[in-house]
Structures are given as structure tokens and as C-alpha cells.
């Protein structure tokens, strides 16, 4: 598949949604794909991308963004309170804001940096043990802390269990954000996305269907 084809089929399934055009970012997850892979998709004028680890991020996108102007960085996996310094000032967003403590660094670090990326706060709808989240129940005492810190909150993020119906995480992200009167849902991903964007997605994540699999781990 390529770039033209998910681009083509995004358009598709906000039209098919009653959506205005352009409503939805397509983020291409560019985390441990080769350089070459990634700067085929920059030279096709795609400026928008996806990483999971600051430290990888550090040692790319530097280099590409002397190259191509107009890059947006968003990151996309959990952050270490102590890499927070670095993810801000690399990143344009970040949707991976989990607890207070990382809340409590960025709007400390935002009034030393003197700018803050979009923020999403990670919602673990599935409540798994193992994934970052805040937890449903704890979701809107928890939007409502950051904005007290004068967090840039825009939205949320969720990453669905692999084995349960994605379109029931999207919607109950989506009524999360809607009460709390959040317009931002970064939501969906390679094989779910169109579901994604009929439940309200404004932020797609795409990697393999874009770039391939992925060649390291």
C-alpha cells in the first residue's frame, strides 16, 4: 500500500462520516523504520510523523528537518519524566500524558522553555495492566488537573486491546473528550482507522500500512 492509497482512503471515510474535508491528520508512524523509508515519504511532500521514543527521535529528525522544511513531530509512545526536557523542545505534540507527575514536569518545563507541544492525555479504555492510561473512571478528574496547570490539552489518545472490537474504545474515548469539551481524539491505526474516523478520529497513526513493517524491534 502507499501513501497516496491511506491518504486517498482517509478522505474516503471522513466524506463517507459527513466531515468536513481535511478534518483528519494523518500522523505516519515512522518509529524504527530505515531512513530511506522515511525520507521516500518526505520527498512525496508528507510532513507529518509519528515516533514512540525520544531517543530515537533525537537521532533522526534533527538531520531530516534541516532537509525538509514544515516538519511536524509527534510523539507517540510513553515518555520518562526524565526525557520530558528533550520531548518538548523536539516534539510539536505529545500524546502520551498518563499521571501527574509527567503533567506536573511539562508545566514546570513549559514556563522555563517558554512553549509548550499539543497535549493529549492517554485514556487506557481497555484498562490493561500493562499499558500506560489513565483509567477511564479517572479520566475527567484528571483533564480537569491539567488544565488547572494550564496544560495545552487537545485532545486524547487510546490505543485499543488487540483482541476486543476497536470501534467500542473509540466511542467511549469520544464521549470522554465530549463532556469534557475536548475537540482533539487521536485515535486509530493501521487496520482500524476508517472505524476510527466514523467514531469522531481527528488523528490517524499509521505506520506499516504506509512504510512497510517494520525491520527491528
Given at each position: 500500500m502507499t501513501l497516496r492509497d491511506i491518504t486517498t482512503r482517509i478522505a474516503k471515510a471522513t466524506r463517507d462520516a459527513g466531515r468536513a474535508e481535511g478534518a483528519v491528520t494523518l500522523i505516519?508512524?515512522?518509529?524504527?523504520?530505515p531512513n530511506e523509508r522515511v525520507k521516500a515519504v518526505l520527498d512525496q511532500g508528507h510532513r507529518c510523523f509519528g515516533e514512540n521514543k525520544v531517543q530515537e527521535a533525537a537521532s533522526k529528525w534533527p538531520d531530516f528537518r534541516e532537509t525538509y522544511a514544515g516538519v511536524n513531530l509527534h510523539?507517540?509512545?510513553p515518555l520518562q519524566s526524565n526525557k520530558?526536557?528533550?520531548?518538548?523542545?523536539?516534539?510539536?505534540a505529545i500524546h502520551s500524558v498518563d499521571r501527574p507527575k509527567l503533567a506536573n514536569?511539562?508545566?514546570?518545563?513549559?514556563q522555563e522553555i517558554g512553549r509548550c507541544p499539543d497535549l493529549f492525555i492517554q485514556v487506557n479504555t481497555g484498562e490493561e495492566s500493562q499499558k500506560a492510561g489513565v483509567l477511564p473512571a479517572d479520566a475527567d478528574a484528571f483533564i480537569k488537573e491539567c488544565q488547572g496547570l494550564d496544560l495545552n490539552i487537545q485532545g486524547l489518545m487510546c490505543i485499543p486491546p488487540a483482541d476486543e472490537e476497536p470501534s467500542l474504545h473509540f466511542a467511549l474515548l469520544a464521549k470522554i473528550a465530549a463532556r469534557n469539551g475536548l475537540a482533539g481524539?487521536?485515535?486509530g491505526m493501521s487496520g482500524d482507522f476508517e472505524?476510527?474516523?466514523?467514531?469522531g478520529a481527528t488523528h490517524v497513526r499509521i505506520g506499516s500500512a504506509i512504510f512497510g513493517e517494520r525491520t527491528a524491534v
Open positions: 505516519a508512524v515512522s518509529k524504527v523504520q510523539l507517540i509512545g520530558t526536557r528533550q520531548a518538548m523542545e523536539l516534539f510539536d514536569t511539562i508545566a514546570r518545563l513549559a481524539l487521536s485515535m472505524r476510527a474516523i466514523a467514531l
